[in-house]
């Protein structure tokens, strides 16, 4: 069975950081497109960033050059590294995966909550 | 980047049949991924590659795709049909993923 658990979210003052993670089982990341997608209260989903099985990064326009996406071969494990943070980054964010870069994401986490404040 | 449109609400009596659109330029071309969320729930797969449904998912949804515009049907809603509904693409030429603002979806 696979599950994904994201865990690091909370509260964070804006200009702050946080590290996200999402803990992997029963499918490898680095075999995988593994993707952060977030909703902010009372908006939609919001795709965020990915890491392709090669190890290239892509992010979207509203965290390029703030959030950095990583991995952990050997912990089968996803980060997301938020860095000056803002309100707008408030969210629960969800990591999820994709077996090629043009599928869906056909296996998510439960999330994890952001909410920056101060 | 590329852009893709959803109406932001439908409503729909029990039992009647519900079409969500999702607008793009030359969607046709692209795979169109749907999904489902409820409130304080992950978003569920509902169709996959325009017209592809999970096993778990019941035949009453169906995803059509032609030329502008990409279409999740859902036949005799019913009240547990209610949820947020979201196209998803992949921008192949900005490498990102691309998701529509959503559907809310009433059952009346």
């Known amino acids: 069975e696979v599950q994904l658990v994201e865990s690091g979210g909370g509260l964070v003052q804006p200009g702050g950081s946080l590290r996200l993670s999402c803990a992997v089982s029963?499918?490898?990341?680095?075999?995988?497109?593994m993707s952060w997608v977030r909703r902010a209260p009372g908006k939609g989903l919001e795709w965020v960033s990915v890491?392709?099985?090669?190890?290239?990064?892509y992010y979207a326009d509203s965290v390029k050059g703030r959030f950095t996406i990583s991995r952990h071969n050997s912990k089968n494990t996803l980060y997301l590294q938020m860095n000056s943070v803002r309100p707008e980054d408030s969210a629960m964010y969800y990591c999820?995966?994709?077996?090629?870069?043009?599928?869906?994401?056909?296996?998510w986490g439960q999330g994890t909550l952001v909410t920056v404040s101060s | 980047s590329y852009v893709v449109t959803q109406p932001p609400s439908v409503s729909v009596a029990p039992g009647a049949t519900a079409k969500i659109t999702c607008g793009g330029d030359n969607i046709a071309t692209k795979s169109v991924h749907w999904y489902s969320q409820k409130p304080g729930q992950a978003p569920v797969l509902v169709i996959y590659?325009?017209?592809d449904r999970p096993s778990e998912i019941p035949d009453r949804f169906s995803g059509s795709n032609s030329g502008d515009t990409a279409t999740l049907t859902i036949n005799n809603v019913e009240a547990g049909d209610e949820a947020d509904y979201y196209c998803q693409v992949w921008d192949a030429s900005s490498d990102q993923y691309v998701f529509g603002a959503g559907t809310q979806v009433t059952v009346l």
């Open positions: 999820a995966s994709s077996v090629v870069v043009t599928a869906n994401f056909d296996y």
């Open positions: 029963g499918l490898t990341v680095s075999s995988y497109y």
């Open positions: 890491i392709y099985s090669d190890g290239r990064t």
């Open positions: 590659y325009d017209t």
